[in-house]
């Protein structure tokens, strides 16, 4: 069974950045695309950014010019550096990673940000 383990959630005020994390636990774990959704309370899950295993990157409207997604591919890890951080970005941030069978899920990490 892969797990993923997200970290680097946190509160901050609006406009301070933020650095999410998220590896998968097993190293033989062959990664396709990898990315991030997220899910403010009483909202569907939506898209963050996603990569590819070849660096493609793809990224909402809502985030795209401040969010960054990165991956090591030797770490099957997933960055996700967000900047200039507003009040609606607070939501649970889920990582996923696919390989060719299925979409593995993160447990969700918290980010708030204040205003």
């Known amino acids: 069974q892969v797990q993923l383990v997200e970290s680097g959630g946190g509160l901050v005020q609006a406009g301070w950045s933020l650095r999410l994390s998220c590896a998968a636990s097993?190293?033989?774990?062959?990664?396709?695309?990898m990315g991030w959704y997220r899910q403010a309370p009483g909202k569907q899950r939506d898209l963050v950014a996603g990569?590819?295993?070849?660096?493609?990157?793809n990224y909402a409207d809502s985030v795209e010019g401040r969010f960054t997604i990165s991956r090591d591919n030797a770490k099957n890890t997933v960055y996700l550096q967000m900047n200039s951080l507003k009040p609606e970005d607070t939501a649970v941030y889920y990582c996923y990673a696919d390989n060719q069978y299925r979409r593995y899920w993160g447990q969700g990490t918290q980010v708030t940000v204040s205003s």
């Open positions: 097993r190293s033989t774990f062959t990664v396709g695309a």
């Open positions: 990569i590819s295993s070849i660096g493609t990157t």
